[in-house]
Nanobody, 121 residues
Framework: QVQLVESGGDLVQPGGSLRLACVASGFNFDDWAMSWYYQAPGKERRWIAGITMSGWRTRYAQSVEGRFTISRDNAKFTLYLEMNSLKPEDTGVYYC??????????????WGQGTRVTVSS
């Protein structure tokens, strides 16, 4: 069965950095584009970053462009999100999922538990 296990969330001060990880299993990881999603408290989950199957191309929501970097290590079945210049508005739960193609942000599999990020002084 498909498993998506996010980790790396923590309490950080504004301007700080974090590196999130998503370990995937139960599907051919390198056959799928992958994305990170963000859910602010009391709001809908939304797409923020995507990466191609090979990891050679990336794209971002405007809210994180220039601050976050998505990457993947297919040999380790792991997706990463480097988060820099964190703001209080980045507080929330971060999830990963697969996408059927580069042109869609629709998640393919069941959600994991996510990892919580709190940005506060």
């Amino acid at each position: 069965q498909v498993q998506l296990v996010e980790s790396g969330g923590d309490l950080v001060q504004p301007g700080g950095s974090l590196r999130l990880a998503c370990v995937a299993s139960g599907f051919n990881f390198d056959d799928w584009a992958m994305s990170w999603y963000y859910q602010a408290p009391g709001k809908e989950r939304r797409w923020i970053a995507g990466i191609t199957m090979s990891g050679w191309r990336t794209r971002y929501a405007q809210s994180v462009e220039g601050r976050f970097t998505i990457s993947r290590d297919n040999a380790k079945f792991t997706l990463y999100l480097e988060m820099n210049s964190l703001k209080p508005e980045d507080t929330g739960v971060y999830y990963c999922n697969a996408n059927e193609g580069w042109t869609t942000d629709v998640p393919r599999f069941s959600w994991g538990q996510g990892t919580r990020v709190t940005v506060s002084s």
